[in-house]
């Protein structure tokens, strides 16, 4: 999805985002903040489009076809 076409990535969200986590602590970050936006913003692009994701499969099963019956 083109840039211009992304949801917008809100201050609030970014500045919850841009707490690190243990993990990121661990390594550190130079700019927590711009992290935290283009976490969210691949994030966002993710959710609205199933096939955003790299090497993204859809598969379209119900639980009847993964589950054996008991």
Do not use: W
Not at 55 to 65: A, P
Request: hydrophobic share 30%; no cysteine; aromatic share 0%.
């Amino acid at each position: 999805m083109p840039r211009d076409q992304r949801p917008d990535v809100d201050d609030e969200r970014v500045a919850d985002r841009a707490v690190l986590l243990p993990e990121e602590q661990a390594v550190g970050s130079e700019n927590p903040e711009a992290q935290a936006r283009a976490i969210l913003e691949e994030s966002d692009e993710r959710t609205a489009s199933r096939d955003a994701a790299p090497d993204s499969r859809v598969e379209h099963r119900t639980s009847d076809e993964v589950t054996d019956e008991v």
